[in-house]
Nanobody, 125 residues
């Protein structure tokens, strides 16, 4: 069983940075693809970034390319999302997710089996 807990959200001014963390206390997601999604009111939950089980391959939404970076430390059971140059439109609840279907970075929301509770990121203008 994978239990994911996000942390690191908060309030930041536009242009600022935040780093989100997603911890699996059981450290069982080592062979899983991992992803960060976000959901804001009135919008669909969207993939922000995905990373393969070994950390070699990553995928990003066009809206965050060049500003966000996903990484993972399987030994620590943690996935990170470093966010730079934040914009008000990045305001959302950010969710960490794990896929036990594939170890390849994937944009398909349906392939993510386990979800965290989310952490709020608010970017003020």
């Amino acid at each position: 069983q994978v239990r994911l807990v996000e942390s690191g959200g908060g309030l930041v001014q536009a242009g600022g940075s935040l780093r989100l963390s997603c911890a699996d206390s059981e450290r069982t997601f080592g062979s899983y693809a991992m992803g960060w999604f976000r959901h804001s009111p009135g919008k669909e939950r969207e993939l922000v970034a995905s990373i393969s089980w070994d950390g070699v391959n990553t995928l990003y939404a066009d809206s965050v390319k060049g500003r966000f970076a996903i990484s993972r430390d399987n030994a620590e059971g943690t996935v990170y999302l470093q966010m730079y140059n934040l914009k008000p439109e990045d305001t959302a609840v950010y969710y960490c997710a794990a896929s036990d279907v594939t170890g390849v970075a994937t944009t398909s929301r349906a392939w993510y089996t386990y979800w965290g509770q989310g952490t709020q990121v608010t970017v003020s203008s």
